[in-house]
């Protein structure tokens, strides 16, 4: 698991970077003081 930590603001965009990632399927998780939010992540 690798954690990154973000300064707290409204809007956070954050390039991702996936082209070392091996193909397979991964579990993006968010998690803020308002909430966390799953997502499934498939690299092909």
Do not use: A, S, W
Request: glycine fraction near 4%; charged fraction near 20%; hydrophobic fraction near 35%.
């Amino acid at each position: 698991m690798k954690k990154l930590l973000f300064p707290t603001n409204d809007q956070i965009h954050y390039p991702l970077p996936l082209n070392n990632l091996p193909k397979g399927v991964y579990v993006v998780q968010l998690e803020t003081e308002n909430g966390r939010q799953t997502q499934r992540l498939v690299i092909r």
